[in-house]
């Protein structure tokens, strides 16, 4: 079937988005355990990036799987798949001349540089959100580390299932010990360098 396919060439390029923009597109990974702060810091993210001007979008793990990718399990496979998609996502995204910011677990390194090859190593700014587990335990704001205890969830992030910290993010944000607003204002200005024109 796949020989059936025949991808369109439109005559609008990335670059001519990009320069009507004003931007140069990138995709902004926030990566981290649940509890890590990664919702809380891409939307801070999203909102200082928006005031200056800059044309963002903004996807997030609960909000894809309650669309997108409603029909995906937990299972290894189907954790994948969500990565995957949302890749494309972002990648569509891209050729549009947004800047994309996402906040997922994503906790395998294979994953993470599955979506650093389909954008382009240039175009993925990986955030790395430190956290130490006992402190994403303590804020737990979703009940999934109490229900994983009780073992009522199974291969949660963390207990269940290891998670891999990037090899070498463009920033780590230490959350158990930077102020929100700072961390959002040194991820600003190291993220502005990348996008201005």
Known sequence: MRENIHPSVFKVKVEHRAK???????????????????????????????????????????????????????????RVENIRRIGEVANLMLDAGLIVISAFISPFVSDRDMIKELVGEENFLEIYLNCPLSICEERDVKGLYKKARQGLIKDLTGIGSPYEPPL??????????????????????????????
């Open 20 to 78: 009507a923009l004003g931007q140069q597109p990138k995709l902004i990974w926030f990566t981290g355990l649940s509890g890590s702060g990664k919702s809380t810091l891409a939307n801070a993210t999203e909102d200082a990036l928006y005031r200056m001007g800059y044309h963002t979008y903004l996807l997030d793990g609960d909000n894809v799987r309650t669309g997108l990718n409603k029909d995906l399990t937990f299972s290894d496979k189907d």
């Open 168 to 197: 070498a993010p463009f920033v780590v944000v230490n959350t158990a010990e930077e102020k929100m607003e700072d961390a959002v204002a040194r991820l600003v200005q190291k993220i502005n360098k990348k996008i201005k024109i």
